[in-house]
């Protein structure tokens, strides 16, 4: 699986971006989530998602404001982000792996396998 991502950008606090992941290849009975890695720190957990879509996991910084969603015909995954603040400031990357199940889903980086190269997203004040 290769995976693509687009839709980062420069926008003001408060303001709104949803970012794209297209994955090419074989993406049935995949789970993906989306990970991000701001300068000077590590890579942290962002959103998660199964095969099914019926479950979503989002790390708590930012639930209520981020929501990860998948659309299997079109092999993408997106991540809307709203009410964005400073800092969200980051390299949002998205990667996926297979799973037996279609309803499996982690928050833990080393579950996945495919990583794609990262789209940045700046969030001035």
């Known amino acids: 699986v290769q995976l693509q991502a687009s839709g980062g950008g420069l926008v003001q606090a408060g303001g709104s971006l949803r970012l794209s992941c297209a994955a090419s290849?074989?993406?049935?009975?995949?789970?993906m989530g989306w990970f991000r890695q701001a300068p000077g720190k590590e890579r942290e957990f962002v959103a998660a998602?199964?095969?099914?879509?019926?479950?979503?996991y989002h790390a708590d910084s930012v639930k209520g404001r981020f929501t990860i969603s998948r659309d299997n015909a079109k092999d993408t995954v997106y991540l809307q982000m709203n009410s964005l603040e400073p800092e969200d400031t980051a390299v949002y990357h998205c990667?996926?792996?297979?799973?037996?199940?279609?309803?499996?889903?982690?928050?833990?980086?080393?579950?996945?396998?495919?990583w794609g190269q990262g789209t940045l997203v700046t969030v001035s004040s």
């Open positions: 990667a996926a792996a297979y799973s037996s199940s279609p309803y499996y889903y982690t928050g833990r980086a080393e579950r996945y396998d495919y």
């Open positions: 290849g074989r993406t049935f009975s995949s789970y």
């Open positions: 998602i199964n095969w099914s879509s019926e479950g979503t």
